[in-house]
């Protein structure tokens, strides 16, 4: 429900999000790369599996910046109302 105390312009940090998950990704590889290596078999697929999940999560956050913003009420839209909790209940009754 929107009552009109919300931020008229807040935003995800998506871009933020996206470099955070970049560096992920990159250190994920490189420890998957790594134990590998050295033959530590369990934190190599623990490293793989981490991998995917954050190539998952990138690929959902460039589906979200591409999508661009998303409509957001103008300051011309006046608040909804909150609802009268006596109302409410007489409506329930």
Do not use: N
């Not at 690929?59 to 109302?81: F, K, S, V, W």
């Amino acid at each position: 429900m929107r009552t009109g105390s919300e931020p008229t312009t807040a935003r995800s940090a998506l871009r933020a999000r996206l470099w955070l998950s970049v560096w992920g990704l990159v250190w994920a590889i490189l420890g998957t790369a790594a134990f590998a290596l050295v033959g530590r078999t369990g934190w190599a697929v623990a490293c793989g599996v981490l991998c995917l999940i954050v190539t998952v999560d990138l690929t959902m956050i460039l589906r979200h910046i591409r999508q661009g913003p998303h409509y957001q009420p103008g300051p011309d839209i006046p608040p909804y109302q909150p609802l009268d909790h006596r109302a409410r209940e007489a409506k329930r009754r």
